[in-house]
């Protein structure tokens, strides 16, 4: 199947040859799907605060937090290509004249190319479009009055104006304020400063970035980031990673085979963003919360997610002291019985850990060595919100091969919908994924986990695609906080749907949440 050029380019990338092997084993026998019990749901598998806990757990979280190592981890390398696909679409079949103007009026609802140009004066990124504008001699009034949406929507897309059709969504401008517009990766240091900061004042993100946009995002930082170490007396610690070429996956025709390019080379493709386990495992932090580049909102909407990214992460701190306890005496001596019988029921009750029905006929060292390897693990708090209808995965009780239930974010891809049982226990389900996580990463000594260890194969996905003219299978990693988490202590707890304002399409920077008001 490969010869040495295709070996050396494996090399060069850094992939080992028996991944590539078992990536084309995948694409051969499919990936199986998830085998959903229940939906996680209030009361069973999920956590809802009430306001004394609530208070409780910020305050502990306010407490420890000065004397942690805390970072921010933002995906960020996504380009906005997606965000203008109306734009594209409406550009394609757009000519001044009547024709053109009806095809303007045709679609007048809220995610439309006619609600974007009615509203385009409320938009964060309006005075610089309207600057462009005004260097080619004529006003955004006058374009829009000569039904010159064609110049409009070329301007906000192309090299010759913004150029937002090739960057990542963290360079965009998202929410206007009275002093400027803020970028997106902006506003995630703004959150980044108020809940993220140590005793030395010193707040840290991290983004992951694509390498042809490095420059853009320290330019962007060297405007501003003296400007909110200012306001908010704080000093920021900003890094940056790359997608590692060794997480690419080779692509494959509709027969397996490898797919080549034009000079003989082999196809990857990028491994989707469970491809970042990798750079969230080089991550040194006693606490990491990751959140989506375009899940932000303007100032006046804050506070609700900065209560309950300490709430989610004070409750994560104070399991983690109990954890550590435990562990600390099973590693140190031999437990009595009483205090291994208070272990597992922790580990059910308030870890959701599914242990054998017969576990309390265990000799005591073998109780002990069960509960050492459950417990010594890397631990995520996800919030969660109300389902309202918008697509993406949701908690799940889930049948492992092992045949042990476990709490796992599913996503839709992984379900068999044919199946009616499967498609039922969706339906219950209550809650999805805003990708609102915290993580402890390691031990109870202080030492990092390797990640790599945590996550289930099985859980990647296929999908088909083109490449000149031809149809190809993508296959993408276990997803970051599906397969790749999979094996982690997973607990899930109730955030307000406020917290969840993505931005999918530029329309959606028309949204009251988005709007400055």
């Not at 799907?33 to 209030?42: E, T």
């Not at 394609?92 to 009547?98: A, F, H, I, K, L």
């Not at 303007?104 to 385009?120: A, C, E, M, P, T």
């Not at 272990?343 to 029905?357: G, H, N, S, T, V």
Request: charge should be negative.
């Amino acid at each position: 199947m490969f010869n040495q050029q295709d070996y050396n380019q494996i090399g060069t990338k850094g992939i080992d040859i028996h991944v590539i092997h078992k990536q084309i084993d995948h694409f051969i026998t499919g990936f199986p799907f998830i085998r959903l019990v229940r939906p996680a749901i209030a009361g069973d598998g999920l956590l809802k605060f009430d306001d004394e806990q609530q208070q409780f757990y910020l305050k502990y979280f306010e407490n420890v937090l000065p004397a942690l190592k805390v970072i921010k981890f933002v995906p960020a390398s996504g380009a906005a290509s997606r965000m203008f696909k109306h734009l594209f679409e409406f550009r394609e079949q757009y000519s001044p004249g009547e024709t053109g103007m009806s095809l303007f009026l045709k679609d007048q609802r809220f995610n439309s190319v006619f609600y974007f140009v009615n509203h385009i004066e409320e938009i964060a990124f309006y005075n610089d479009l309207s600057a462009l504008v005004t260097n080619l001699g004529s006003t955004m009034d006058q374009l829009i009055e000569k039904k010159d949406f064609g110049t409009i929507i070329d301007l906000v897309l192309s090299e010759n104006g913004l150029n937002y059709a090739n960057l990542p969504k963290a360079l965009l401008k998202f929410h206007q304020y009275n002093e400027g517009a803020r970028a997106a990766a902006e506003e995630h240091l703004v959150e980044a400063a108020a809940y993220t900061r140590d005793h030395g004042g010193v707040a840290r993100i991290h983004f992951t970035i694509s390498p042809e946009h490095h420059e853009k995002f320290v330019e962007l930082f060297e405007k501003v980031k003296n400007i909110y170490e200012t306001r908010f007396d704080v000093k920021f610690e900003i890094s940056f990673s790359i997608q590692k070429p060794s997480t690419d996956t080779i692509a494959v025709d509709e027969t397996n085979e490898p797919v080549r390019n034009p000079d003989g080379s082999l196809l990857f493709r990028p491994g989707g963003h469970g491809a970042l386990l990798e750079n969230l495992n080089e991550i040194d932090a006693d606490l990491i919360f990751i959140k989506n580049i375009d899940n932000i909102v303007p100032d006046r909407l804050k506070p609700t997610t900065f209560q309950y990214k300490k709430l989610i992460g004070g409750y994560l701190l104070f399991i983690k002291e109990t954890i550590s306890e435990f562990l600390f005496k099973l590693k140190e001596r031999k437990p009595r019985k009483e205090e291994l019988h208070e272990m597992a029921e922790f580990a059910k009750e308030k870890l959701f850990q599914d242990l054998p029905a017969d576990f309390d006929t265990y000799p005591l060292n073998e109780q002990a060595a069960f509960l050492f390897a459950l417990l010594n693990r890397p631990i995520r708090v996800c919030g969660m919100v109300k389902n309202e209808g918008e697509p993406g995965g949701g908690p799940f009780w889930v049948m492992g091969d092992d045949k042990k239930l476990s709490l796992q974010i599913v996503e839709s891809s992984q379900i068999d919908m044919k199946d009616q049982t499967q498609k039922m226990i969706v339906d219950l389900s209550t809650h999805f994924n805003p990708v609102d996580l915290v993580c402890s990463t390691k031990d109870f000594e202080g030492q990092p986990f390797d990640l790599k260890e945590f996550v289930d194969e099985n859980t990647g996905f296929i999908s088909l695609k083109s490449s000149g003219g031809k149809t190809l299978k993508a296959q993408e990693l276990p997803g970051l906080w599906n397969g790749a988490m999979a094996k982690w202590i997973t607990i899930f707890a109730e955030v307000p749907i406020i917290t969840f304002n993505p931005v999918k399409t530029v329309n959606d920077l028309l949204r009251n949440e988005h709007l400055a008001h």
